[in-house]
């Protein structure tokens, strides 16, 4: 029995090994992704492309050797005994579904589909600058086809589940659809009530701040909320994101606007909240395929905790405020902290969706999902994207899209990866994150008074006790009852809206 015992902590010690290879490759990949969004030179996308090609078909190679086939195999009997919550346990059970997941996709087809991301990414820039959709257009019809052979390496009930389930694991098309329908039936005549309120002034926010000052500023903020510098750093880029190459650095990007001030600030923050996330991963998880978020949903209502629930809070510019006003005395000395704190959390119906105040948000997110699925169903043609992205904003916004640049070609999403399983994380995170905060609440006093005194370190230490140092060790939605106690429901999140904005 000790013999067998010992041949099974051999086994699973080589299977940490090979499986750290991959880990390290990845790394590596997401090092040179980092630097294609933020410092490399224009003309540095092709060999780009062919680099991240060659490292993701060598990932692939070695995630789906017959050696780590055949570990997994001999260590079968062993996950069954172990504790569900235990390391090991958890990391065969990441592995076990990574090297399935792989198994059925060819490794030529992840090369070309990477080098193809890489240059449709380029053309998106290109495309975005220049408001001209069809400069991209061959290339998202391309990006269809490969989302489209990728859902088809599996089974699925609809074209989209296999997408949905890369990001957010035990969701599915149709029970995606059910909260969706749910939260706009509750959503939609709330917003139309909210939107009959007076209208707060935003001017104040569309003044010339400088950017250097800007930087400055939410440097300022990020660190007083506990962003460790040592283990990481702040970069503009076109798009904002967080990535993470080790527990030792996770890196944020911003963008900046001289003349719309809140652009940059929650941005920034909202990477903010990724970031933590990472960074509070146990150590030792490291180096294995259980660091870091377990779902988009889950990574997504910690960015937009801190984001909306915290960074947009009276409790947190009452703190703030004051420093803001020093850093831009001309343009906010005679704003009283009621005005801005109003123009803010302004309501109304927006273009953009990283701009868009709480209430719509959401809308933005449906509108993409439904797209998402009619381009992979067959229904839309790519070149009638611009068409129908304009006809959504115009009957669930009210808005005309002036521009591709303002519409279709706004987020990197469908240009820098594939078509499905893209946009439901954002809201399923709105939801998850006041499911989590209503949790943190009951368990620390007086929680959002402490925002005022700058105290944010209690609940930054109980997401990392009760969420982020899990890592991927338990599904999305496991976590998300871990800590709340509670399955995912809308209600905590609808508490919250109607709290903060009150229909008069």
């Known amino acids: 029995m000790r013999k067998l015992k010992m041949n099974r902590a051999n086994q699973f010690a080589k299977l940490t090994e090979l499986i750290s290879e991959v880990e390290n490759i990845n790394g590596a990949t997401c090092v040179l992704y980092w630097d ?22 060598i990932a692939h190679e070695k995630m789906t050797s017959s050696e780590v086939g055949r570990l997994l195999d001999d260590l079968t009997q062993y996950e069954e005994e172990l504790p569900y919550s235990s390391f090991e346990s958890s990391f065969l059970r990441c592995v076990r579904r990574n090297y399935n997941r792989s198994l059925k996709i060819p490794g030529q087809f992840i090369s070309d589909m990477l080098t193809h991301q890489s240059v449709c990414y380029d053309a998106w820039i290109k495309a975005k600058e220049e408001n001209n959709f069809k400069l991209v257009q061959p290339l998202l019809e391309k990006t269809l086809e490969y989302s489209k052979k990728y859902a088809d390496f599996f089974e699925y009930k609809h074209i989209a589940d296999p997408l949905i389930e890369d990001s957010d694991f035990g969701f599915t098309t149709e029970t995606v659809q059910k909260i969706f329908s749910d939260l706009r039936q509750e959503l939609v005549p709330f917003v139309k009530g909210v939107l009959l309120n007076k209208t707060p002034d935003d001017s104040c926010l569309r003044k010339n701040y400088p950017i250097s000052l800007q930087e400055q500023f939410s440097k300022k903020i990020i660190e007083k909320l506990g962003y460790d510098f040592n283990r990481g750093r702040l970069d503009t880029t076109h798009h904002p994101f967080m990535i993470t ?105 927006n273009l953009i969706r990283t701009d868009a105040d709480e209430l719509t948000y959401n809308l933005h997110v449906m509108i993409r999902f439904q797209l998402e699925l009619e381009m992979l169903e067959g ?111 809308i209600e905590p999140y609808m508490n919250y809206l109607r709290k903060k904005f009150p229909i008069k």
């Open 36 to 57: 294609q969004n933020t410092y490399m030179p224009a003309q540095g996308v092709a060999g780009r492309g062919r680099q991240i090609a060659t490292l993701g078909k």
């Open 245 to 349: 190459f080790s527990h030792g650095d996770v890196r944020i990007t911003t963008r900046y606007q001289e003349n719309f001030l809140t652009e940059s600030i929650f941005s920034t923050i909202h990477e903010t909240g990724h970031a933590f996330y990472e960074m509070g991963c146990d150590v030792s998880l490291d180096g294995t395929p259980l660091f870091g978020g377990t779902s988009s949903g889950v990574h997504e209502s910690q960015s937009r905790l801190w984001e909306n629930i915290v960074g947009r809070s009276y409790a947190f510019w009452e703190y703030f405020y004051p420093f803001l006003q020093s850093e831009f005395p001309e343009q906010l000395n005679s704003v009283s902290l009621k005005e801005f704190y109003l123009a803010i959390n302004k309501v109304s119906a």
């Open 379 to 489: 229904k839309l043609k790519v070149k009638d994207l611009p068409e129908a992205w304009n006809a959504y904003y115009l009957k669930d916004l009210g808005l005309k899209v002036p521009s591709d640049s303002l519409g279709c070609l706004q987020d990197t999403h469908w240009y820098g990866s594939l078509i499905g399983g893209q946009f439901q994380g954002y809201t399923l995170g709105n939801i998850m994150s006041a499911q989590f905060y209503e949790a943190a609440e009951k368990a620390i006093p007086n929680l959002s008074s402490q925002f005022k005194e700058g105290h944010f370190s209690p609940l930054k230490n109980w997401l990392e006790q009760n969420l982020h140092k899990y890592g991927k060790k338990f599904k999305g939605l496991e976590v998300l009852k871990r800590a709340t106690q509670k399955d995912l429901t």
